[in-house]
């Protein structure tokens, strides 16, 4: 079976309603990334943080993978799809797909101030502060936080270079180091990035635009695949 590595971001679960971060809408325009999602803003004012990931798990709990999340994993009945996504939602997993690297953490866990290691599911929407691991300390979002090292780049580096084909969904590509991954892709790999305002990545060979929607774009891609591994 052929390798298909898709990088998502946030534009592949706008059409089910959460908000990306830098379009018009977007949560960084209405919220500064320094005082809700940053290890300075944890220490300042925790609650605040709290806040805004609950908010934010509460969101997700209310919606469903759209047409695009869904693609992807039928994608698998043809292709090996390893997926790396930006997004802490688990619309991916919802959708079905089966191999998924959360380069950013996954809002629905917590983990331990004090040991990386322990993490949790939460149960509902809400984790509070009094909320403790099993070593007695604080839990926090289990989310990567502006400043913080991302620890799953290495790992995201090496399925990059087993690709065969790539998919890029929905991202401004604007944050490393995943905006850098691109790089690591073999040149012989076709690329497809599909965002309503794709731009060319003069650097990125074999790359080809798709300006759609994802709910759109995704399965007319995913179609055109399958279809053409059937001839
Ligand atoms: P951005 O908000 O930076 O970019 C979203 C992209 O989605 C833009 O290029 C939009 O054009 C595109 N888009 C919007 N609607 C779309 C749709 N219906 N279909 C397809 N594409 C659409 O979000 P990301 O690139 O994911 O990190 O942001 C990267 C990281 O920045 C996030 O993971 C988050 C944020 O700060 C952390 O919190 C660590």
Not at 44 to 50: A, H, I, S
Not at 92 to 116: C, F, M, P, Q, W
Not at 178 to 198: E, F, R, T
Request: aromatic fraction near 8%; proline fraction near 5%.
């Amino acid at each position: 079976m052929k390798t298909i590595v898709v990088l998502t971001g946030a534009g592949i679960s706008a059409e089910s309603g959460i908000s990306t971060f830098r379009d018009d809408n977007g949560l960084w325009r209405q919220y500064r990334f320094e005082e809700v999602a940053s290890p300075e803003a944890w220490a300042r004012d925790p609650q605040l943080v709290m806040d805004f990931y609950n908010m934010r798990r509460k969101q997700l709990l209310e919606v469903s993978p759209n047409p695009a999340h869904y693609a992807l994993s039928e994608l698998e009945k043809k292709f090996r799809v390893r997926i790396i996504t930006q997004n802490v939602d688990d619309l991916h997993e919802r959708a079905g797909s089966t191999e998924i690297l959360h380069l950013h953490g996954e809002i629905r866990k917590a983990r331990s101030t004090v040991d990386e290691d322990l993490v949790y599911d939460i149960k509902g929407w809400e984790l509070k502060l009094g909320d403790l691991c099993e070593k007695g300390s604080q839990l926090r979002p289990h989310v990567v936080w502006f400043g913080e090292p991302v620890p799953h780049i290495m790992k995201a580096t090496g399925i990059i270079r087993s690709a065969e084909i790539i998919i890029v969904i929905g991202t401004s590509l604007k944050v490393y180091p995943a905006a850098g991954l691109l790089q690591y892709a073999p040149s012989s790999a076709v690329k497809y990035l599909i965002d309503p305002k794709a731009m060319p990545e003069y650097h990125v060979r074999n790359l080809h635009l798709i300006r759609e929607k994802a709910s759109v774009g995704v399965p007319d891609l995913v179609r055109e695949l399958s279809s053409e591994i059937a001839k």
